[in-house]
């Protein structure tokens, strides 16, 4: 007799045989029961998770001979329940749509409808892969599925409902079938196992039942290959990973444990490992991906908190860790070397290196220089940690004490030169810091910047801050009313072209009076090639034309900045009021008694300021 590959010896025959799917088996139960027979079902759900399967089972549940009627419990052993497992009842017509797709097939089955049933209680249709039919032969479908004969029941299964029309999804009760976990894969695997009397440890059927991701028969179908591997011995972890072409999980902790000791060379050492054991390298770097999942997942369940099993003096993951028992302590010891924290921000990191890794021509590179980064990368200092330094520094300089020296490894004799060479932090008033306003007020009183007006005619001054100044910009600022009349017409401007404003602020204002307005922008830019175009020209001469009331002669010339007298342009005017608003704001922190605290325990300067809006 030819060998029965395990997918289909252990086939399930009735509802309470399916692995995963109660949902869909309780429902389809309790409507046999109450006799709430729809006449159209539609399956969905990914590969070998048991749609076909449950359509045959619903078919002998119609017709099984046993009972008088519909029964949720088929028997499984009368002709009717026998022929329908073995393909081969003549009421039960098992079609596979992605061969049969045309509309002449769908009016060829249609003219088999209206024949009664030979035997049973109920002609079957069972189409397979629904979702191939093409839109031709959908159509013809529908007015037979709105209103099919009595006798006739149609089960659809499909892994694509999205491509099905709605109109016939409208007509089907639809039942979602889900992807299997993987412990409940791994139960089902040890039940026929120890049927066959095929000796395995728990690490043997963890890994094929991880590999399936969700379907039973791929599980099954996996483990046939293992145990033809085997030869009757004991099935083994290691050697079912290595005739699946897995790599060995124990390079997955190697990896692990390199980035958490923050070893780059030995976490390359174990990318080599793999590829030398020609494996694939996506599917590697997603079991990396898990493992690092694993170790945020024991960071959380480990950690003392309301309600938490630590707190309690137990261990948590349970259900939420997807990996063996065997390998929860190694877990757990890895896993307390980084905070929480890190690891979060390494498998983010990862997850973001996992996507091109995915559509790379060259994966391992991008591997290995991702474990190489996260092994590189040093442990972040906490936000909260820092706040409470700086707090206990405020504290102590409030009562007077010298804050003490953060603990740290000596510097280097360079790091020393540089210090002694850098002016010593100014003695801080520990009565000032406790009087002093709050940084964000202190920064927003700021004294504005010099007005241009003070300037009008001479170069904007350079401010005085703790930073060397800035070489002292050579043009002047345009006279006052010049600049206002000016400002006046680019708001005009403005108002009817954004884009000719913009060009126009770069713009030097040599005369704007009711008389001539007289203007130039640098020659070869881009900015006044915009600006002589013709339509942009009549648009300033109607703006000049509303401001004035009159018309007034408009010259737009290209031309360098005359040497003896360079005029500033509106957005040059811009930059240094910036400039000098910044260079005010930086005065004023470094005044600030809680920044020179900062800066004496912390040393460096300040650079910017920034305020962000609440």
Known sequence: ?????????????????????????????????????????????????????????????????????????????????????????????????????????????????????ARDRSKVYIVDEVHMLSGSAFNAFLKTLEEPPPHVKFIFATTEPHKIPVTVLSRCQRY?????????????????????????DDDAVRIVAREAAGSMRDALSLMDQAVAFAAGERLEGAEVARVLGIADRRLLFDIGAAIVRRDPRAA?????????????????????????????????????????????????????????????????????????????????????????????????LLLEMAVARLAHSEPLVPIDELVGRLEALERRLAGGAAPARAAGPRPSPRAQGEAQSAPRPRSIDARALAAAPPLAAAIDRAPPPASRAATEGEPPAAEATGASPAPAPTALAPPTETLR????????????????????????????????????????SLHG??????????????????????????????????PERPVMSSSELRA???????????????????????????????????????
């Open 176 to 200: 979602d079938f889900r992807l299997i976990e993987t412990a409940a894969i791994a139960q089902s695997l040890q039940s026929i196992l120890a049927k066959e009397g095929i000796a395995a």
């Open 485 to 524: 009349e000016w400002r006046a017409i680019l708001d005009r401007v403005g108002a009817e072209s954004r884009v000719l404003r913009s060009v126009l602020e770069h713009a030097a204002p040599l005369e704007v009076c009711p008389t001539a307005v007289r203007v130039t922008l640098p020659p070869d």
């Open 1 to 117: 007799m030819s060998y029965l590959v395990l997918a289909r010896k252990y086939r399930p025959q009735t509802f309470e045989d399916l692995v995963g799917q109660e949902h869909v088996a309780r429902t389809l139960q309790n409507a046999l029961k109450s006799g709430r027979i729809a006449h159209a079902y539609l399956f969905t759900g990914a590969r070998g998770v048991g749609k076909t399967t449950s359509a045959r089972i619903l078919a002998r549940a119609l017709n099984c001979a046993s009972q008088e009627g519909p029964t949720p419990t088929p028997c499984g052993h009368c002709s009717p329940c026998v022929e329908i497992a073995a393909s081969s009842d003549l009421d039960v017509l098992e079609m596979d749509a992605a061969s049969r797709t045309s509309v002449d097939d769908i009016r060829e089955l249609q003219k088999t409808l209206a024949f009664v049933p």
């Open 268 to 364: 390359l050492e174990a990318v080599a490992e793999v590829a030398r054991g020609g494996h694939d390298v996506v599917h590697f770097s997603r079991e990396l991906l898990a493992h690092l999942r694993n170790l945020v997942v024991v960071k959380i369940s480990s950690e003392p908190g309301p309600g938490s099993p630590a707190a309690e003096g137990g261990w948590g993951g349970g259900r939420l860790l997807d990996a063996p028992d065997s390998e929860r302590a190694d877990l757990v010891q890895q896993a307390k070397d980084r905070t929480l924290v890190d690891l979060e921000r390494m498998f983010l990191a990862f997850s973001r290196a996992f996507e091109e890794i995915g559509r790379s021509a060259t994966p391992r």
């Open 576 to 614: 240094v009021d910036e400039a000098r608003t910044s260079a005010e704001r930086v005065r004023v922190a470094e005044e600030h008694p809680a920044v020179r605290a900062a800066m004496g325990v912390f040393g460096g300067a300040v650079k910017s300021v920034k305020t962000e809006l609440a």
């Open 529 to 562: 090639r915009i600006a002589i175009e013709r339509e942009k020209l009549e648009l300033l001469h109607r703006a000049v034309r509303a401001h004035f009331g009159r018309e007034v002669p408009v010259d737009v010339r290209l031309a360098a900045k005359d």
